[in-house]
């Protein structure tokens, strides 16, 4: 079925570079192994990688962006793949429309770079993270910014935006935040699976 879904452009340029971001968010959803009774939340989901991948494993998605029309159009793009596992919301990754300690299980995809505050997405994503759920972050490693970034030189006439976060702060607000973190990394990306969130200090 993943085949037929309409890809991006850029994934396009990817593909015929010889990457796949959708396999290697496949892959980490793979090892991340989420609990199948309880839905994924998927967090800026931007062109629905994360949300692909995450449908092909099997899970009922609710997928977010900040941004109403990113929401707008990846629904018209994806509907028929995930009408029936998926629900999309437009909510902000630095405010979670969901209480403390409230969802099992949590991913985000190529995001964190794009956040003008990432440590504070990251706080409220643990946040909001049951005590004994799972966490998978995902975003692209230095060759991965690379690829990219001639792939925007291509397409928009500029290099992609970097962001104020780099994977060792992810690594390292992770390592502090949570007593079990797994690092791995695939030809694009560096993903993250954090689980067993340590108490909140007072």
């Known amino acids: 079925m993943s085949a037929s879904y309409p890809r991006t452009e850029h994934d396009k340029k990817l593909i015929a570079l010889g990457y796949d971001l959708l396999d290697e968010n496949r892959e980490a959803v793979r090892l991340a192994q989420f ?36 929401i707008r159009e990846t629904h018209d793009r994806l509907i028929d793949f995930v ?27 190529n995001a964190m770079h794009h956040m003008a505050n ?17 966490l998978l972050i995902a975003d692209f490693n230095g060759h991965g910014f690379d690829v990219i970034d001639n792939i925007h030189l291509e397409l928009h006439g500029s290099t992609h935006d970097r962001g104020k976060t780099a994977t060792g702060t992810i690594d390292l607000f992770l390592r502090k935040n949570f007593n079990s973190v797994e690092r791995r ?16 200090q007072a």
Request: charged residues 30%; negative net charge; glycine residues 6%.
């Open 185 to 200: 990394d695939l030809p694009l990306n560096r993903f993250w699976i954090a689980s067993r969130k340590r108490p909140r």
């Open 83 to 109: 009408h029936d596992v998926a629900e999309f919301r437009v909510m902000d990754a630095g405010r979670l429309d969901f209480g403390t300690d409230s969802v099992e299980s949590i991913a985000t995809a």
């Open 118 to 134: 990432p440590v504070h997405v990251l706080e409220e994503l643990t946040r909001v993270l049951k005590p004994d759920g799972k």
């Open 35 to 70: 609990n199948k009774n309880a839905f994924v939340l998927d967090v800026a989901t931007g062109s629905g990688r994360m949300l692909l991948a995450l449908a092909d494993a099997g899970y009922y998605v609710i997928s977010c962006d900040i941004d109403e029309r990113t």
